[in-house]
């Protein structure tokens, strides 16, 4: 597997030699005897237990302060959608910039499903990748429950849930669009081959990966609150634990894994033309 930056062997941000890396075995039973891949397990479960800390508990925070119960109410207080989507988009800049070269920075499973499909990554390292994240994830909501118990259960608990007035369907679209916007986002923000063309314009690939996550947020905290990471919206449901954080919780599963799939194929085998130089491939060794 290519190394990518300080050794890391996460597949999201490949090694500065501006050239495909080879494609991830299906299955390197040889990561299990390294101590760099457990390493990764445990960034990513870091990353993914401070990401859910942070947001969840901003998400509380909100809808804490503009509570029209409470006393002293006033409807302008508060972070409001805006400060939502700086804290999650805000919160992935830094931790992809701060995993990056350990894990590969995904903290997402949507995005590490999209990496495998792309051969970017093994098939245990996406499995055990997702375990580590949805650990991380309900570990960061549980902290959240443990610190402020009265009002993580009045607010329930920062967990996705499809909002009144929407169907089903739209609910699934939300998440699939905004998913292939952040997966998407991670592909181009990371392909070497994008790097060798434009090294004259420095990208700091954490950036727009953050910027992704923000503007989606922006766009369908209404309709969903925002799941485009089944690692959130688990380790939420599980911690909340009830019926209706998990009637709908299908949708920030499937939606997300189809739209970093088309995401993953879009821009492999349309943008860098994959299905072209296989037919080629073919074609040369018929």
Not at 52 to 79: A, F, N
Not at 209 to 219: D, E, R, S, W, Y
Not at 227 to 252: C, E, L, M, Q, T
Not at 262 to 286: C, E, T, W
Request: neutral net charge; glycine residues 12%.
């Amino acid at each position: 597997m290519a190394k990518d930056v300080e050794g890391a062997e996460g597949g999201e941000f490949p090694a500065k030699d501006y050239t495909d890396p080879p494609p991830a075995a299906l299955f390197d039973a040889e990561e299990l005897t390294k101590w760099s891949f457990y390493r990764a397990l445990i960034a990513e479960f870091i990353a993914t237990l401070l990401f859910l800390y942070i947001t969840v508990l901003t998400v509380i925070g909100y809808k804490s302060q503009t509570d029209s119960s409470k006393p002293g109410y006033d409807e302008c207080s508060g972070v409001g959608i805006l400060g939502i989507a700086w804290a999650f988009g805000g919160m992935i800049f830094i931790l992809v910039y701060c995993t990056a070269g350990i894990s590969g920075g995904h903290i997402n499973p949507a995005v590490t499903f999209g990496l495998f499909l792309a051969r970017k990554v093994s098939l245990i390292r996406a499995l055990l990748y997702i375990v580590a994240q949805c650990l991380g994830a309900i570990s960061g909501v549980g902290l959240v429950k443990a610190f402020q118990k009265s009002y993580y259960n009045r607010y329930q608990g920062g967990a996705n849930m499809l909002a009144d007035g929407y169907s089903k369907g739209v609910g699934l679209g939300a998440e699939i669009i905004g998913t292939f916007v952040l997966v998407y986002t991670v592909f181009s923000a990371t392909d070497p081959k994008r790097n060798a063309r434009d090294s004259h314009v420095p990208v700091l690939a954490p950036l727009p990966i953050g910027f992704a996550v923000f503007m989606v947020h922006l766009a369908t905290i209404p309709i969903t609150g925002t799941g485009i990471n089944p690692a959130r919206s688990f380790g939420a449901a599980v911690i909340y634990n009830n019926n209706k954080a998990w009637d709908d919780h299908w949708i920030f599963w499937v939606g997300p894994f189809i739209g970093a799939a088309i995401a993953a194929i879009y821009h492999q085998f349309v943008l860098r033309a994959g299905a072209i130089k296989a037919l080629g491939s073919f074609r040369s060794n018929a």
